[in-house]
Nanobody, 125 residues
């Protein structure tokens, strides 16, 4: 099981980025998939999550209306479209998969989950 996150970069405030989480070794649509972020000196926090199956989603209040999570079952990827980015969105972003098939959001990261490597998002002028 492997998750590969990509799409981070440097963007000006108000700009957009699209992060992608690609899976190998398992089928994403059968598991809850989440995006988390961690800024320097801060704890890792949940950003968005999409449940298995019908894909019900969850987003943190800080990103509602700006970030959209979606799943491409054919490509076996989950994406995070980030619009209207703010400097406070700067962080390393991680994707994670619940280990239980049929799982729903939110993902409890105090329990075992599969993590992808982080991708840096920097919002700065």
């Amino acid at each position: 099981v492997q998750l590969q996150a990509s799409g981070g970069g440097l963007v000006q405030p108000g700009g957009s980025l699209r992060l992608s989480c690609a899976a190998s070794g398992f089928t994403l649509e059968y598991y809850a998939i989440g995006w988390f972020r961690q800024a320097p000196g801060k704890e890792r926090e949940a950003v968005s999550c999409i449940s298995s199956g019908d894909g019900g989603s969850f987003s943190a209040d800080s990103v509602k209306g700006r970030f959209t999570i979606s799943r491409d079952s054919a490509a076996n990827t989950v994406s995070l479209q980030m619009n209207s980015l703010k400097p406070e969105d700067t962080a390393v972003y991680y994707c994670a998969a619940d280990v239980a098939a049929g799982s729903t959001c939110p993902i409890d990261i105090s329990l075992p989950v599969y993590w992808g490597q982080g991708t840096q998002v920097t919002v700065s002028s």
